[in-house]
């Protein structure tokens, strides 16, 4: 079946470190990807998405791009700030079905 | 600005009661969804309804209560028979259950036991 595989958390970082959360998945045909954030005591804001093999989401800094041969949509950021500080899900929506199937999330937690 | 509403922010249950959340979109987005977050873990869809008088169950439907009367709104009914209700409850709206849209998120119902 369609599933997906996060990192476990926490991620501890210092402000401007590099980020990487890694994402893989599972699926039939060609889903679209996407990545959540989760800031505290709020719901999910859809940070970036890709419909097919090679397309690159971004948005605020963050990236993430398709990778049908590794199945993998790693969420990357260059510098990190304190703010980014949120639990993050990765998503999938599979071909001719009706559900999203999301990860089970990955806090991180930047310190200045 | 279009968007989804969920009310109220807090709710608390006492044993044996019924309560009801409420989920409003103006997005005029066709698909709902209801989810349950615990604490430190992910989503678990509960209900959804991919048309208006429709709906189906999730993962973790019993419970749980749902109706679809009208296309903007989805509410959720937590019964007596939920024995652990205390959870983070969203719900969630997209184009079209079938469309591989994002689903667009409320800022959720906090649900606590008295």
């Known amino acids: 079946g369609n599933s997906v595989t996060q990192m476990e958390g926490p991620v501890t970082l210092s402000e401007e470190a590099f980020l990487t959360i890694n994402c893989t998945y599972t699926?039939?045909?060609?889903?679209?990807l996407f990545w959540y954030v989760q800031y505290p005591g709020e719901g999910l804001q859809l940070l970036l998405k890709?419909?097919?093999?090679?397309d690159k989401g971004s948005n605020k800094g963050f990236e993430a791009t398709y990778r049908k041969e590794t199945t993998s949509f790693h969420l990357e950021k260059g510098s990190v700030q304190v703010s980014d500080s949120a639990v993050y899900f990765c998503a999938l929506s599979a071909y001719n079905t009706d559900k999203l199937i999301f990860g089970t999330g990955t806090r991180l937690q930047v310190f200045p | 600005d279009g968007g989804i509403t969920q009310s109220p922010k807090y709710l608390f249950r006492k044993e044996g009661q019924n309560v009801t959340l409420s989920c409003e979109q103006n997005l005029n987005h066709d698909a709902m969804y209801w989810y349950r977050q615990d604490p430190g873990q992910g989503l678990r869809l509960i209900y959804y309804s991919q048309i208006v008088n429709d709906f189906q169950k999730g993962d973790i439907a019993e419970g749980y209560s749902v109706s679809r009367e009208k296309k903007e709104s989805f509410p959720l009914t937590v019964t007596s028979a939920q024995k652990n209700p205390t959870a983070f409850y969203l719900c969630?709206?997209?184009?079209?259950?079938?469309?591989?849209?994002?689903?667009?998120f409320g800022d959720g119902t906090r649900l606590s036991i008295l």
């Open positions: 969630a709206s997209s184009t079209s259950a079938y469309s591989n849209q994002p689903q667009h």
């Open positions: 699926a039939t045909g060609y889903p679209s």
């Open positions: 890709a419909t097919k093999a090679d």
